[in-house]
């Protein structure tokens, strides 16, 4: 299958701060990508799918200005998590995809702590 | 909300084929179901998925009903290395996403 890669793999940041997650497609073309979040011993949230070159949409309940999502080209999109707080503190996941969008390819996950 | 409910835990002896049963009554006709898992701290590992007929590939087989109301997914020789979360998933076909229950914990033992 089709790889996704992310990074970082984990980060600790001190509470305030801004993190960026990227999200990339390495061998295929991700018109959609897809963004969770994944709480200890929990399932995965969707947090909200992004579509290259335009907004993403977000799920009910998350802050868009908090999580900002960036999907500026086919193999990237990123996730930023601003002024971050230990509530935050959590398993990110992307996912990926192609044109037919019936498939979806994950990433390994980023796994944040926030102080 | 989900669409599909599991039982929250299973065991199965390493070997035997592992069943997975899957509940997906208000499934749509063009909605897809999806196997994945989710080894622990690891990002979800893609199985199998079907529509009506029933699917097989190197991982596993996929036995939907006719009525397409529910599904088992068949890891025919379990190995230690199957313990994980299961997930079916239904794909919902108005905007492709996928809608996470919470799983199937599926655990091999020796």
């Known amino acids: 299958g089709a790889v996704v890669s992310q990074h970082p793999s984990w980060v600790i940041c001190k509470s305030g701060t ?12 991700a018109t959609t990508m897809f963004w969770y979040r994944q709480f200890p011993k929990q399932s995965l949230m969707l947090m909200a799918t992004s579509n290259e070159g335009s907004k993403a949409t977000y799920e009910q309940g998350v802050e868009k ?11 990237l999109s990123t996730l930023t998590v601003t002024s971050a707080h230990p509530e935050d503190s959590s398993f990110y996941i992307c996912s990926a995809s192609g044109l037919q969008g019936i498939e979806q390819f994950f990433g390994p996950g980023t796994r944040l702590t926030v102080l | 909300d989900a669409k599909t409910t599991q039982p929250p835990s299973m065991d199965c002896a390493e070997g035997r ?26 990002g979800p590992q893609y199985i199998i998925h079907g529509l009506k007929n029933n699917e097989t590939n190197e991982m596993a087989s996929l036995i939907i009903t006719e009525d397409r109301k529910s599904s088992t997914l068949i890891l025919p020789h379990a190995t230690l290395r199957d313990t994980a979360v299961y997930y079916c998933i239904v794909l919902l076909d108005s ?16």
């Open chain 1, 18 to 29: 801004s993190v960026k997650i990227e999200c990339r497609s390495l061998d295929f073309q």
């Open chain 1, 65 to 75: 200005d908090k999580f900002l999502i960036n999907h500026a080209s086919l193999t």
């Open chain 2, 17 to 42: 084929a592992a069943n997975l049963p899957c509940n997906h009554s208000t499934i749509s006709g063009n909605e897809y179901v999806y196997w994945y898992r989710q080894i622990h701290s690891q």
């Open chain 2, 95 to 110: 905007n492709y996403q996928l809608i996470w229950g919470a799983g199937t914990k599926l655990i091999i033992k020796p």
